[in-house]
């Protein structure tokens, strides 16, 4: 009973004695914190938490600009093709790609672009791997071919394109046409440069004038089918070489701009294999005599695809007249033949091939520029 009574009296000084307000506050609090854990316990077990990972995926680009509509949350997952906004600069379809046509930069640091603007760019691979390439002209070091504007790199140099990126040219007053064909640059125009003499029988004399006949003395026939010129005056040499052997600079000259000069003979057969003519001298073939080839005639001819646009301009005979204009042209080369003849081409208006003889040198014919 004494026991009892003591576990009484210490109870209820636990609870009344101000010595032990701590421990009652303690008890509370503990009672507190157990009521509130075991209720939100409860309440978790009855109101299940549901949780989800949500993904994007854009499967193309193909439903274009939309900057109205919004996706939902529990909708289009998968297969969103709208898109709020794209560069200019882009082509979109169902897949994205960088357009690019001309663009111009400037580049100041490397030599090879001379501190200057160039508008050769293209777009090299696709995606991430993307990239902008600037090309390098022709002379500027490279290391491989697709460094170069030009498309070939030799010798660790881009190669230079025969007409350099030009496609005229102003001479003594007139601008003439440029077209490249092979490693090779010419006039695609008949020389038409000097003063013309007064009638077919007048003959160049031995001066530092460039001297020439019009077809029919008519100056406009200059303009259109080129001035007819001796040999001699086109090499602008003295009027006895017409007669006798001169010897020439190699090349020759003569009367065509700085940096140009009248083609030899075996230019003229570089450009004559390179449309396809047999090597050789072989019948029909470019060594030989009279005419040779198949269709090289059509394609130098006015029209031709090679775009050298031979016209048949007729001759100066040696007798002072002028005949065969819109039948037969005619080109002198820089080459001897002998003391008196010079090698030339002849082009029929009936015959696709191309004739190459060596004649008196007193000949008018027309003159062809190719860059040296």
Not at 239 to 257: D, E, F, R, V, Y
Not at 292 to 299: A, I, K, L, S, Y
């Amino acid at each position: 009973m004494k026991n009892k009574t003591n576990q009484k009296e210490n109870i209820s000084r636990v609870l009344k004695d101000k010595e032990f307000i701590p421990l009652r506050l303690s008890v509370i609090f503990l009672l507190i914190f157990v009521v509130t854990i075991s209720y939100f316990g409860l309440y978790k077990l009855k109101n299940k938490i549901f949780a989800t990972d949500y993904s994007w995926t854009q499967s193309d680009w193909s439903a274009g600009e939309d900057q109205v509509t919004t996706a939902d949350y529990n909708n289009n997952a998968t297969n969103w093709t709208k898109y709020y906004s794209a560069s200019s600069s882009l082509t979109i379809g169902n897949d994205i790609s960088l357009s690019f046509d001309i663009a111009t930069s400037t580049d100041t640091t490397d030599t090879n672009f001379n501190s200057g603007t160039t508008s050769t760019v293209f777009v090299s691979s696709t995606g991430s791997s993307a990239s902008l390439v600037l090309l390098k002209p022709g002379g500027a070091s490279c290391t491989t071919d697709n460094e170069c504007s030009t498309g070939g790199c030799s010798g660790g140099l881009c190669v230079v394109p025969p007409c350099a990126g030009l496609t005229s040219l102003d001479y003594s007053g007139q601008t003439y046409g440029l077209v490249e064909i092979g490693t090779q640059c010419w006039f695609a125009e008949h020389l038409n440069v000097g003063t013309k003499l007064a009638s077919g029988s007048t003959m160049p004399s031995n001066n530092s004038i460039i001297e020439k006949w019009c077809y029919s003395n008519s100056t406009v026939n200059c303009t259109t089918y080129g001035g007819l010129y001796t040999w001699a005056e086109a090499n602008q040499l003295a009027a006895t070489c017409n007669t006798t052997s001169c010897i020439l600079p190699t090349p020759s000259q003569g009367i065509c701009p700085a940096g140009w000069h009248i083609p030899t003979d075996d230019e003229i057969k570089t450009l004559e294999v390179y449309l396809g003519m047999c090597t050789g001298s072989g019948a029909g073939c470019v060594d030989a005599i009279g005419y040779r080839g198949t269709d090289q005639g059509t394609q130098l001819k006015s029209g031709g695809t090679s775009g050298f646009n031979i016209i048949l301009s007729g001759l100066r005979n040696i007798d002072g007249s002028f005949l065969l204009q819109n039948t037969r042209g005619y080109l002198w080369s820089a080459s001897e033949g002998s003391a008196s003849y010079g090698w030339y081409r002849f082009f029929d208006a009936s015959e696709a091939r191309v004739n190459n003889s060596n004649y008196t040198k007193t000949y008018g014919f027309p003159v062809r520029c190719l860059k040296d």
